[in-house]
């Protein structure tokens, strides 16, 4: 009988050369897919900040026509009145000698917050939840969340210690009362954008009307922080933050330091 010719084996050696040959295919695989996909979420917050910059350019637009409107000239008296002669109930002094131009320049600061506002505490506070109780003392909630026809129904706030100022909190039972079992879950890094998101779709500025929620993706808005209010956020699905106006940096150690 013939025998038949045994076929050769791979060799330890061989069967390495292959793994590894492999695994640098498969890095090399999941590095241009890594590539792929930052490059798509830095595709996608581009088109959102451009998105967002072009509705900020017509508030700003309608916010010109404020200017010379008589609405602001009346907000202009006010503001030199207050500037002139202080006020007590903020803690502000009197200002003596105060140019005209300087104060123009305050009133439109000013009135630029009431429609592009960066924090809570800047938005008017001038009712009480509830009216039974304290009907004109502020609570520290902005009424224009508050009272909202939208937000006002989905949003709960409560102050977790006493004295503090009130937050937004996800009621989960529905029912308008707190339970202490939940923690406030609003975070003030998601404030700014939270407060820019409620600026485009519930604010209008003079002609330039508020934008529908339909107009964003769901990639672009999202709750982070389950408090209830949305934000903008990038491709990563972190909340992308508001800057009204440049802010001021500075070196805190001088020219020379770090």
């Known amino acids: 009988l013939k025998r038949r010719p045994q076929r050769a084996a791979f060799t330890l050696i061989e069967l390495l050369i292959v ?21 798509a979420k830095e595709s996608q917050t581009t088109a959102t900040l451009r998105k967002v910059d072009g509705l900020i350019a017509e508030r700003q637009q ?42 123009s320049a305050v009133a439109r600061k000013n009135f630029t917050r009431q429609f592009f506002p ?19 003392v502020p609570d520290g909630i902005p009424d224009a969340i508050q009272f909202d026809s939208v937000y006002g129904a989905v949003v709960k ?9 009130p937050v937004p909190y996800a ?31 519930r604010l209008e500025i003079f002609g330039a009307p508020s934008v529908g ?20 956020v990038d491709g990563w699905g972190n909340p992308l933050r508001f800057y009204r106006w440049p802010t001021r940096l500075f070196k805190p150690f001088g020219q020379l330091g770090p």
């Open 157 to 165: 706030w409560v102050a977790p210690t006493a004295g503090a100022r």
């Open 62 to 103: 309608g916010l010109e026509r404020a200017f010379e409107s008589r609405v602001f000239r009346r907000f202009v008296e006010n503001q030199r009145e207050l500037l002139i002669n202080g006020d007590p109930a903020n803690n502000k002094m009197q200002l003596f000698g105060i140019s005209e131009k300087a104060v």
């Open 118 to 136: 960066q924090l809570f505490v800047e938005m008017a506070d001038l009712r009480d939840a509830d009216p039974s109780t304290n009907p004109d």
């Open 171 to 201: 009621d989960k039972d529905n029912n308008g009362t707190y339970d202490p079992t939940v923690d406030a879950l609003h975070d003030p890094v998601t404030e700014s954008s939270e407060l820019l998101y409620f600026a485009l779709t």
């Open 19 to 39: 793994v590894t040959v492999i695994a640098l295919l498969m890095a090399m695989l999941g590095a241009a897919i890594n590539g792929m996909l930052t490059s």
């Open 213 to 232: 929620v339909d107009e964003f993706r769901t990639q672009e808005v999202a709750d982070t922080d389950g408090d209830g209010l949305p934000e903008f």
